[in-house]
T-cell receptor, first 111, second 115 residues
Framework: KQEVTQIPAALSVPEGENLVLNCSFT??????LQWFRQDPGKGLTSLLL???SQREQTSGRLNASLDKSSGRSTLYIAASQPGDSATYHCAVSNSNYQLIWGAGTKLIIKP | DADVTQTPRNRITKTGKRIMLECSQTKGHDRMYWYRQDPGLGLRLIYY???????NKGEISDGYSVSRQAQAKFSLSLESAIPNQTALYFC??????????????FGPGTRLLVL
């Protein structure tokens, strides 16, 4: 059974710092891996999707990497801003419809 | 207007009551999902639907039922609510066209408290 773990559960850093969020999964037979952002009182928003054949994806200040063989992904946020404060979720897909989710990392960027 | 809407946004009910959570989407997607979110846990899939005639149980379907009234509408019912169904419920949609690039689009969530 696929399990997804995100460490740390919470992270607080000063504005301007670069940071890395971690995600690990137990079954390397995945279709893709996705990173989502959740703001309080709002739904989740997809940030980046990495297909199983890819190593990384970039969008603006965000870069997500995937190492299937070791069951790991990282989300790198450059030059963090207070607006980046949110909970970040990692989810892997083992099929064409079902996502298996980590518990999320709550990120606080201090001005 | 939001692409995926959920009503109500907040609901308080009592043990044993039947309640319905509704989801509507304007994205034209065939696939719709219901999840619940509990503190410290990842989202868990309750039910999913690939089209109006195709409804499937997810990981935690016991105590829940769903209805896909139209392509745009997917409702979740708690037949007899119990306190451990207190959670944040999300509806999501996706537009799978083959391959591995499908992502999901979420509504704002319904916060349910069962007393």
């Amino acid at each position: 059974k696929q399990e997804v773990t995100q460490i740390p559960a919470a992270l607080s850093v000063p504005e301007g710092e670069n940071l890395v969020l971690n995600c690990s999964f137990t079954d390397s037979a995945i279709y893709n891996l996705q990173w989502f952002r959740q703001d309080p009182g709002k739904g989740l928003t997809s940030l980046l999707l990495i297909q199983s054949s890819q190593r990384e994806q970039t969008s603006g200040r965000l870069n997500a990497s995937l190492d299937k063989s070791s069951g790991r992904s990282t989300l790198y946020i450059a030059a963090s801003q207070p607006g980046d404060s949110a909970t970040y979720h990692c989810a892997v897909s083992n099929s064409n419809y079902q996502l298996i989710w980590g518990a999320g990392t709550k990120l606080i960027i201090k001005p | 207007d939001a692409d995926v809407t959920q009503t109500p946004r907040n609901r308080i009910t009592k043990t044993g009551k039947r309640i319905m959570l509704e989801c509507s989407q304007t994205k034209g997607h065939d696939r719709m999902y219901w999840y619940r979110q509990d503190p410290g846990l990842g989202l868990r899939l309750i039910y999913y639907s690939f089209d109006v005639k195709d409804i499937n149980k997810g990981e935690i379907s016991d105590g829940y039922s769903v209805s896909r009234q139209a392509q745009a509408k997917f409702s979740l019912s708690l037949e007899s609510a119990i306190p451990n169904q207190t959670a944040l419920y999300f509806c999501a949609t996706s537009d799978w066209r083959g391959g591995t690039q499908e992502t999901q689009y979420f509504g704002p969530g319904t916060r349910l408290l069962v007393l």
